[in-house]
């Protein structure tokens, strides 16, 4: 399997724009998260889905994030209008539930976005 | 709500010594706990979690870590350092039901010098 796959891998922007990041989970995995980096806040999660539902979305940081999972192989982040304070590294991340008694589930990280906003 | 704790912003290591980066949780139940490196300018790449059972645990790059109850603690281990090795380094908990996101540490930056 190709892993966990994010486009674009760098993004320059100019404040007001907008910004659409995409990631393509590992086939067969039912859960999808998106996280942001920064030195300030350290690794942080915005959001996750299962099976392409949004769960929880109380990390998103306001009303111009939003996430949409339109099939089981697609997942988008945009950011409408973008602000310099959104300049990070954006991460996706997909795990499978394997069921059972004690199941567990890795996650596995996309190479990231690297997101600037000028 | 869950935490994790990385005490150490930096750990400097010889090559071919022993490390340690220490990592300590706090939550609900009885954790799950991960291990992920960061290359520079990669993802994070999964080394090894606990689950349940042998409170040791053995990962990729021979790399493992110590499930310590009593003292909260899971911290990383490797018999000798390599410099390759030199990399960021996340220690992160969830509780074994409700919320599936990983909560994570600051990061431990490993250094191995030759």
């Known amino acids: 399997d190709a892993g966990v796959i994010q486009s674009p891998r760098h993004e320059v922007t100019e404040m007001g724009q907008e910004v659409t990041l995409r990631c393509k989970p590992i086939s067969g995995h039912d859960y999808l998260f998106w996280y942001r980096q920064t030195m300030m806040r350290g690794l942080e999660l915005l959001i996750y889905?299962?099976?392409?539902?949004?769960?929880?979305d109380s990390g998103m940081p306001e009303d111009r994030f939003s996430a949409k999972m339109p099939n089981a192989s697609f997942s988008t982040l945009k950011i409408q209008p973008s602000e310099p304070r959104d300049s990070a590294v954006y991460f996706c991340?997909?795990?499978?539930?394997?069921?059972?008694?004690?199941?567990?589930?890795?996650?596995?990280f996309g190479p990231g976005t690297r997101l600037t906003v000028l | 709500a869950q935490s994790v704790a990385q005490p150490e912003d930096q750990v400097n290591v010889a090559e071919g010594n022993p490390l340690t980066v220490k990592c300590t949780y706090s939550?609900?139940?009885?954790?799950?706990l991960f291990w992920y490196v960061q290359y520079p300018n990669r993802g994070l790449q999964f080394l090894l979690k606990y689950i349940t059972g042998d409170n040791l645990v053995k990962g990729s790059y021979g790399f493992e870590a110590e499930f310590n109850k009593s003292q909260t603690s899971f911290h990383l281990k490797k018999p000798s350092a390599l410099v390759s090795d030199s990399a960021l380094y996340f220690c992160a908990v969830r509780a074994p039901t409700g919320r599936r996101a990983l909560t994570f540490g600051s990061g431990t930056r490993l250094q191995v010098q030759p």
């Open positions: 889905f299962n099976n392409n539902v949004p769960i929880d």
């Open positions: 991340a997909s795990s499978y539930t394997s069921g059972g008694a004690g199941f567990t589930d890795t996650q596995y």
């Open positions: 939550v609900s139940g009885n954790p799950y």
